[in-house]
């Protein structure tokens, strides 16, 4: 459809005549009739209704004319940006964070897309990883960052950070385990554990490690709550895995003693998860690479303790979907 004949027709409401509106566009009245019929035949729709004093708008009009001020206010927009030199990323984009990641990614992420993209609306929800991917699959979320991603036909999946997972336990426990500075797998065997429920990935690579080297789990309760279970392991009631980052805080307070898993080492790791879709959208891939920087610079800087960052050189605009 023609952007200037609507805007000929926009003149036309507004002004509540042929001959004003021809007078205010310096074109021939007969000529302005032509591009008015023209759109209204083009629609199969009256927009206008002519009386003796003028025109008025039918409901049909009305509702055209709306949309002709959100075209020009977009047009108008353009043409701003582009006398800056680019155009303004805008939209709103939903984001799902683990409970622990979110306490380290949500603040200083929002902080830097009010600044670099202030038009883009973030939506931030919380919810533990299993979640977050049932989200993604019912089209709840644009992006999502998962702990130990499971590969799910139609997902896009790229790994950003490593944790090393430590036994938390109270300040003193009075098993020795306080006094070594890290411990292997087999001596987790026997003692009290506070997990969550399976599917719960922090379980899932638990029990995958424990089965791997011939350990057996005393799970004691299982709570889904990280924070409950922190206040659980706090008063002596049984020790729980998690990372690092998610007790710092409680360990460098003497409320939580943490121990390093060595012999070998759980990993858990962070990635960016998205349906594949969703990458062929410039405001989800501006927000997935905004968080991916971010991301890298908090475990470079040592602000996300205990994280290394996976292939710095790995990106989210390159393919990594799994099927």
């Known amino acids: 459809m023609d952007s200037r004949k609507l805007r000929y027709f926009a003149e036309v409401a507004r002004t509540g005549s042929f001959s004003r509106a021809a007078e205010e566009l310096r074109i021939a009245q007969p000529a302005l009739s032509r591009r008015v019929r023209e759109i209204e035949d083009e629609l199969g729709q009256k927009l206008l209704v002519r009386h003796g004093r003028g025109v008025r708008l039918t409901p049909f009009g009305a509702a055209v004319l709306g949309r002709v001020d959100e075209i020009e206010y977009l047009l108008a927009q353009i043409r701003s940006e582009a006398a800056q030199g680019s155009l303004a990323v805008r ?117 995958q490690a424990a089965a791997r080297h011939g350990v057996r789990l005393d799970i004691r309760s299982e709570v889904d709550s990280v924070a409950l279970t922190k206040a659980l392991v706090r008063t002596g009631r049984g020790y729980t895995i998690l990372t690092y980052a998610s007790v710092r805080d409680e360990v460098e307070r003497g409320d939580l003693s943490a121990r390093a898993i060595e012999h070998p080492p759980i990993i858990a790791t962070l990635s960016m998860a998205m349906r594949n879709e969703t990458m062929a959208a410039p405001l989800a891939r501006e927000v997935a690479l905004e968080i991916q920087n971010l991301l890298l610079e908090l475990s470079r800087s040592g602000a996300w303790p205990g994280a290394a960052a996976v292939g710095a050189d790995q990106h989210v605009g390159v393919h990594h979907a799994q099927s």
């Open 91 to 207: 939209g709103a984009v939903s984001l799902a964070l683990p409970p622990a990641a979110g306490l380290l990614v949500g603040p200083p992420l929002v902080a830097s897309l009010a600044e670099s993209h202030p038009d883009v609306v973030l939506n931030l929800r919380e919810g533990i990883s299993s979640l977050i991917h049932e989200w993604l699959a019912e089209k709840r979320i644009d992006l999502g960052l998962v702990y130990n991603a499971v590969p799910i036909e139609g997902l896009h999946i790229v790994p950003l950070l490593r944790e090393r997972m430590v036994l938390v336990g109270p300040p003193g426990d009075g098993r020795g385990l306080s006094h070594t500075p890290d411990i292997r797998i087999k001596d987790i065997a026997g003692l009290p554990l506070i997990m969550p429920t399976l599917p719960h990935n922090n379980r899932r690579v638990l029990e």
